[in-house]
Every structure is written in C-alpha cells, then in structure tokens.
C-alpha cells in the first residue's frame, strides 16, 4: 500500500523556520522524483520545489527562491523541506508528491502551515 505521510507543519510567526517532513513507503522511494506542493485557500495547487531521485538536481518556485531547500533521504524513504525567512504569504496546505515517468505519481494528504503573529 502505497503511502506519503507530511509532518512538520503548524503555525509559526513571520519570519520564522519550518521544517517539513514526507515519509513514502510502498513503493521504491529512490526511482522517484518528489516534489512538495502546497495550496492556499480559494488558490490553485502549486509546484513549490523538486527534487531527482538521486537528489542531484533540485528547482524551486521563484517566490521561495533563497528561503525554502528540499532535500531527501533515499536510506530514510523521506524528502524534507526546509522553510526559513516564512511569510505570511506561505501559508498554504502543503502537499507531498511522487513521481515516476508521466503517468506514475502519488500524493499525501497535506500538512497545514500557518504563517501569523
């Protein structure tokens, strides 16, 4: 059974960190890209970073550029993000993702962050 379990999230003040967690099981974490997603109320989902499998390569949105890092742990089956300098901008549902090829792919169920003095 496959499975995307997120951590990590909750409310934090403006300009403080965060660090998100995805733990996968049921299906061969190091042959997939993961990528963390998150959606705001009344916005559309959006790619926020990725990672390859191996963790050679990674991208981000422009609006998290210098604050947010993915990384993954394939020993661990778990790809973290790494969220400093919040906004209150970032607050959003954030959404683990899995994926192999285009048509193989796998979602958490989202992890709430609050951004809010």
Do not use: H
Not at 36 to 43: C, D, H, M, N
Not at 78 to 102: F, H, I
Request: aromatic share 10%.
């Amino acid at each position: 059974q496959v499975q995307l379990v997120e951590s990590g999230g909750g409310l934090v003040q403006p300009g403080g960190s965060l660090r998100l967690s995805c733990v996968a099981s049921g299906f061969t974490f190091r042959g997939y890209a993961m990528s963390w997603y998150r959606q705001a109320p009344g916005k559309e989902r959006e790619l926020v970073a990725g990672i390859s499998n191996a963790g050679g390569s990674t991208k981000y949105a422009d609006s998290v550029k210098g604050r947010i890092t993915i990384s993954r742990d394939n020993a661990k089956n778990t790809v973290y993000l790494q969220m400093n300098s919040l906004k209150p901008e970032d607050t959003a549902v954030y959404y683990c993702n899995a994926r192999w090829g285009v048509n193989q792919e796998y979602w958490g169920k989202g992890t709430l962050v609050t951004v809010s003095s």
